[in-house]
C-alpha cells in the first residue's frame, strides 16, 4: 500500500448487510490515503441499503454502479469467452464455478422458492452466467480500480468472477477473513482464504525450532493469549 501515496481506487460490492463494514472499511482507507476514489457496484434492492446508510453518514463520496442498468448488446452467447474463462480457473472447471451460485444449490436441493427460469436449459445458465461476467466486466473497465476488496460473506460465481478478473488485469484482490481472535481480522488474496505466507513462514520457523530461545518464549506466550481469546 506504500505505493499508493495519497489516493488509491477502491472498488467493493454492497449487500443488505455488508455495506456496513465496507463502508467503515472505506472511511479508514480513505483517512490513511485522503485522495482515494472509491466505487461500489450492486443491484437496486443492494444499493438500497447503502443509500439509506448515506443519508446518515455521507462522509464517502461513493462512485455508484447499478448492475442492472447496465445494457449489454443483445448478441449469441459467446461460448469462446466461456472458454478463456474456463481456461484460466485453477481447477479448470467452468461447471465447477456455476455449482457455487445459491440458486442452483437451493434449486438441486428442492427448493420452492428459488424459481425454474435460469435452469431450464444448459444454455440458459450460460447466458446467466455470461451476462454478469460482461456486466462486471464493464464496471471494471469503467472505473479501473487498483484494489478490489471482496464483501464479508460473498459466495457464488461473482466471487470467482470478481477473483478471475482481476488476475487477468492484475488488480490487488483481498477478501475479508475472520481469525476467531477478538478484535482482529486478516484479508486473504484468494478465495479459498488461504495465507500461503502464513504457512511459509510456519516451515521456517520449524527448521530453526528450539525451545531455548528468546522467540520461543515469546511465541508461547502470544499462543496462551490468543487462546484466551478464542471465540
Avoid at 27 to 52: C, H, M, Q, W
Avoid at 116 to 129: G, L, Q
Avoid at 150 to 155: F, H, I, L, T, Y
Amino acid at each position: 500500500m506504500s505505493s499508493w501515496r495519497l489516493g488509491v481506487r477502491v472498488l467493493l460490492s454492497s449487500g443488505s448487510w455488508q455495506h456496513k463494514t465496507n463502508h467503515n472499511f472505506t472511511k479508514r482507507i480513505n483517512e490513511l490515503y485522503p485522495d482515494s476514489k472509491i466505487a461500489v457496484f450492486g443491484s437496486t434492492s443492494s444499493l438500497s441499503f447503502l443509500r439509506t446508510l448515506l443519508l446518515k453518514d455521507s462522509d464517502i463520496k461513493y462512485e455508484i454502479f447499478n448492475v442492472d442498468d447496465i445494457n449489454l448488446m443483445k448478441t449469441d452467447l459467446d461460448y469462446d469467452e466461456l472458454r478463456r474463462f474456463e481456461e484460466n480457473l485453477p481447477n479448470k472447471s467452468l461447471w465447477h464455478v456455476i455449482a457455487t451460485n445459491p440458486k442452483i444449490s437451493s434449486f438441486c436441493h428442492g427448493s420452492a422458492i428459488v424459481g425454474r427460469k435460469m435452469f431450464e436449459s444448459r444454455e440458459t445458465i450460460f447466458s446467466e452466467f455470461s451476462e454478469r461476467l460482461q456486466k462486471m466486466k464493464v464496471i471494471f473497465e469503467t472505473f479501473q480500480p487498483e484494489l478490489y476488496i471482496e464483501s464479508p460473506g460473498m459466495d457464488g460465481w461473482g466471487a470467482h468472477i470478481h477473483q478471475q478478473i482481476c488476475k487477468e488485469r492484475n488488480i490487488s484482490y483481498h477478501v475479508l477473513a475472520e481469525t476467531r481472535v477478538k478484535n482482529n481480522f486478516a484479508f486473504s488474496d484468494n478465495i479459498q482464504y488461504l495465507f500461503p505466507q502464513i504457512e511459509e513462514s510456519y516451515f521456517e520457523l520449524l527448521d530453526d525450532y528450539n525451545e531455548n530461545t528468546d522467540t520461543y518464549a515469546e511465541a508461547k506466550q502470544l499462543y496462551d493469549d490468543l487462546q484466551n481469546e478464542l471465540e
